[in-house]
C-alpha cells in the first residue's frame, strides 16, 4: 500500500524544489511507443518549462523510428539525446517472436546500463525519469537503486491501461483455470471480451505476455502513472483509475493526453498535399493501417476494390511488411497496375511516410478507415474526423470500443482479426457499404466534431489535461517519490 509522497535525499537527482526539472524520458520500440514520447518531450520542454533528456536505444527496429528521432532532436535542439547501447541478446532464442517485442526484451535486459545515464555524468543529473509501460517492472528497481522517482507512461487508451492494471487481480483470482484468459469484467469500466484481448496474451510462454504480466504487477511501485487520454472520449476509464476502483494501491493517475504532435518541420510532403489541397471538403477517405502491420496481399486487392466501389476519392497509405526496411515491395506489384491506372486523379495511393496530424487536420479529409492504434485514435479525436475502425492485432479491438462508445465513428467488429478461425477476407462490398454509411452519418460527423472541441479544452491551458500535466511537472520540480514503508 503506497503512503503519501515525500521528498527524498541522498540520491543522484538534480536539487528538488529547482526551477526547471529535468525529466528523462525512456521510450520502447516502434512508433506506437515512439511518438508519443516525443509528444510528451515537447510538451514538457516548451509548454512546462522542463529541462528533457530522451533516451534512444540504438539501433532503431524500423527506419520510420530513425527518422522520427532524427526529426524529433533537430526541430528541439534544447531536447538531450541520451543514446543506451543495448546488451548483446541471442535472437536465436525468440524465433518466430515479434521483432518489436524482442526489442522491448533487448531493452528490459539492458536496463542495469541506465544508471550512468540518469546520474548525468557530463550533463544534468535527472530529477525523474518517465519510462515506457513495456519497460516498468525492470526500470523501476533501478530508479529506486538511484533513489529517483519513476513514472509509468503507458501509450495506448485509458481503457486498455485498465484491463493491464486488473489484469492481475484476474489472473490470481482464477489461479485455478491455469493461464486462460476469458471475458474480463474491469471493475467501473467495461467487459473486455476474450475476443479483444491482445491475441500474445492467450499464450502463457510468449515473449510479449511475460513481459505484459511483470510490468502490470509492478505498477504499484511507481510514483505515477501517466496516460495519453482525456476525459471526453474515455470517462469511465480515467474516472476508475482515478479513484482506485480497476486495482488497489496504484499510485496517482496523470491524464495528460490528446498529447499534441510537435510542430516538426516537413522535408517533403511528397504529392499528397498538393493533391488534397485540390479535393472538396471532407469529400476524402484516408486509409492507412500504421506502422507495425501489413496486410495479407487478398485483402489489399479486396480493399483496392472497395474504396473504389465506395464512389468517394481516397488516399491510402499501403504497407507492404512487418518492419519497413524489409519493405521492398512496389505498389504496382501489391494492387495492380490496372486498379492503380482506374483511380487515377480520385485516388492517391503511396507508400511514403505521411504525416498523419497533417493529413487528418486538412479540410478535404471526411473520413479516417483505421487499424486503430491509439496514436491514430488520438489524432482522429483530435482533428474530428469520423473512423471506420477496423482492429487487426493487440490492442487494437479495445481501443475500437473507445471509438463507438464515443460515438465518433463505426467499429466493423465482425471483420478480420489476426489468428482467429474465421480471419477470412473482408469483401469489396462490405467495404465500400461501410464507408458510404459512415461518410453519411451525420450523427457522427457532430459526436467527432464535439470530442474534437472537447479535446482542444483539455489541452488548453487550465484545461483538465493541462493541469494534469503541470501536477505531474510539480511533483518531479519538488522531488516528490511513493514510499512503501519499506
Avoid at 529541462?51 to 540504438?58: G, I
Avoid at 520510420?64 to 532464442?93: I, M, W, Y
Avoid at 550533463?123 to 509509468?152: F, G, K, M, N, Q
Avoid at 488548453?460 to 519538488?478: F, H, Q, T, W
Wanted: proline share 6%; charged share 20%; glycine share 8%.
Amino acid at each position: 500500500m503506497c503512503s503519501a509522497a515525500t521528498p527524498n535525499s541522498g540520491d543522484v537527482r538534480a536539487t528538488p524544489g529547482s526551477s526547471r526539472p529535468h525529466v528523462v524520458l525512456l521510450p520502447s520500440a516502434g512508433m506506437g511507443h515512439l511518438v508519443p514520447f516525443t509528444r510528451l518531450a515537447a510538451a514538457l520542454c516548451s509548454g512546462h518549462g522542463c529541462d528533457v533528456s530522451l533516451v534512444a536505444a540504438v539501433p532503431t527496429v524500423s527506419s520510420a523510428e530513425a527518422r522520427h528521432l532524427a526529426a524529433h532532436f533537430a526541430a528541439f535542439p534544447a531536447v538531450r539525446r541520451l543514446e543506451l547501447d543495448l546488451a548483446s541478446l541471442d535472437v536465436s532464442e525468440f524465433a518466430g517472436a515479434d521483432p518489436f517485442y524482442v526489442r522491448y526484451e533487448a531493452i528490459r535486459r539492458s536496463a542495469p546500463l541506465l544508471a550512468p545515464l540518469l546520474a548525468g555524468g557530463a550533463s544534468a543529473a535527472a530529477s525523474a525519469l518517465v519510462a515506457d509501460i513495456a519497460l516498468a517492472s525492470v526500470v523501476i528497481p533501478v530508479a529506486r537503486e538511484l533513489r529517483l522517482p519513476c513514472y509509468v507512461f503507458f501509450t495506448a487508451s485509458a481503457t486498455m491501461f485498465s484491463f493491464l492494471a486488473y489484469l492481475p487481480t484476474y489472473l490470481d483470482a482464477n489461479a485455478g483455470g491455469g493461464h486462460a484468459i476469458g471475458d474480463v469484467d474491469v471493475p467501473g469500466v467495461c467487459r473486455v471480451p476474450t475476443s479483444s484481448v491482445p491475441q500474445a496474451l492467450h499464450d502463457p510462454d510468449d515473449i510479449f505476455t511475460r513481459q505484459f504480466i511483470a510490468n502490470a504487477r509492478s505498477l504499484a511501485d511507481a510514483d505515477g502513472l501517466v496516460v495519453n487520454a482525456f476525459d471526453a472520449l474515455e470517462p469511465e476509464a480515467i474516472a476508475a483509475l482515478r479513484q482506485g476502483t480497476v486495482a488497489a494501491g496504484l499510485p496517482p493517475v496523470f491524464a495528460v493526453g490528446p498529447l499534441s504532435p510537435a510542430p516538426i518541420p516537413a522535408k517533403d510532403s511528397g504529392s499528397y498535399l498538393p493533391w488534397l489541397d485540390a479535393q472538396p471538403a471532407r469529400s476524402v477517405v484516408y486509409v492507412s493501417f500504421g506502422s507495425r502491420k501489413a496486410l495479407p496481399r487478398d485483402q489489399l486487392r479486396e480493399l483496392a476494390a472497395g474504396l473504389e466501389a465506395s464512389g468517394h476519392r481516397f488516399l491510402w497509405v499501403v504497407k507492404g511488411a512487418v518492419v519497413d526496411r524489409d519493405d521492398a515491395g512496389e505498389l504496382t506489384d501489391l494492387l495492380g497496375e490496372a486498379f492503380l491506372r482506374r483511380i487515377h486523379g480520385r485516388g492517391l495511393v503511396t507508400m511514403a511516410w505521411v504525416r498523419q496530424e497533417e493529413v487528418l487536420n486538412h479540410p478535404a479529409v471526411g473520413l479516417f478507415i483505421s487499424h486503430c492504434g491509439w496514436n491514430s485514435v488520438t489524432e482522429a479525436a483530435a482533428s474530428g474526423v469520423p473512423v471506420v475502425a477496423w482492429p487487426r492485432f493487440a490492442d487494437q479491438r479495445v481501443n475500437a470500443s473507445v471509438v463507438s462508445r464515443a460515438g465518433i465513428g463505426a467499429w466493423a467488429d465482425t471483420w478480420s482479426w489476426e489468428g482467429e478461425e474465421d480471419d477470412g477476407v473482408v469483401s469489396a462490398e462490405d467495404i465500400a457499404g461501410k464507408v458510404r454509411s459512415v461518410m453519411a452519418d451525420e450523427s457522427v460527423r457532430k459526436a467527432a466534431a464535439s470530442v474534437r472541441e472537447a479535446a482542444a479544452r483539455a489541452v488548453a491551458a487550465g484545461g483538465r489535461s493541462y493541469r494534469s500535466l503541470a501536477e505531474l511537472v510539480r511533483r518531479c520540480r519538488d522531488g516528490l517519490v511513493i514510499t512503501n514503508g519499506t
